[in-house]
Antibody
């Protein structure tokens, strides 16, 4: 079955860290660029980070640069997002999404999301 | 970053209606434009990419058009299952920005 499954969300205090994971199945993981997209409660979609198919190119959205790090392990079909120095405004559902081979490809496939709540 | 502006932000319509949602980019994005549908509690679903190409499995009542800075999503004959929130997104620039969303509600 072709799918992306996120995990690792939870409740965390401001300033603390969390690591999200996304496990893929049913397709050639190492072929595709991957993204994280988030959605705050009741709000719209916000792109967070992208990593190229081979992990050599990474970009982050401005508000998370220096705090969030995207990585991938093609041998384990796993995408990760390390969230450091968390803020209340980082509270959101975090989705893992699959792009295409190139970075400028549409987001074809989405996981079900994992909820991150930043609160004291 | 490229700003994506959708209109309207919300809209009431009836089943069988023809509906058009517009999306404007703050600079040219060629045809690097996608449309997504999102229902409450669910992940977004890709409907259209490259401005006008229908994703596999999406009903033909959905269509997209435009290039450069102005784009439209049209639903030719609304069905009950189409009431949802719709987002446009540019993937021309690596700061992949979304529109603010258009919530389509039943009249």
């Amino acid at each position: 079955q072709v799918q992306l499954v996120e995990s690792g969300g939870g409740v965390v205090q401001p300033g603390r860290s969390l690591r999200l994971s996304c496990t893929a199945s049913g397709f050639t993981f190492s072929y595709y660029a991957l993204h994280w997209v988030r959605q705050a409660p009741g709000k719209g979609l916000e792109w967070v980070a992208v990593i190229s198919y081979d992990g050599t190119i990474k970009y982050n959205e401005d508000s998370v640069r220096g705090r969030f790090t995207i990585s991938r392990d093609n041998s384990k079909n796993t995408l990760s997002l390390q969230l450091n120095s968390l803020r209340a405004e980082d509270t959101a559902i975090y989705y893992c999404t699959r792009g295409g081979r190139l970075l400028n490809s549409a987001f074809e496939m989405w996981g079900q999301g994992t909820m991150v709540t930043v609160s004291s | 970053a490229i700003r994506m502006t959708q209109s309207p932000s919300s809209f009431s319509a009836s089943t069988g209606d023809r509906v058009t949602i517009t999306c404007r980019a703050s600079q040219s994005i060629s045809s690097y434009l996608a449309w997504f549908q999102q229902k409450p509690g669910k992940a977004p679903k890709l409907l259209i990419y490259a401005a006008s190409t229908l994703q596999t499995g999406v009903p033909s009542r959905f269509s997209g058009s435009g290039s450069g800075t102005d784009f439209t999503l049209t639903i030719s004959c609304l069905q009950f299952e189409d009431f949802a929130t719709y987002y446009c997104q540019q993937y021309y620039s690596y700061l992949y920005t979304f529109g603010q969303g258009t919530k389509l509600e039943i009249k």
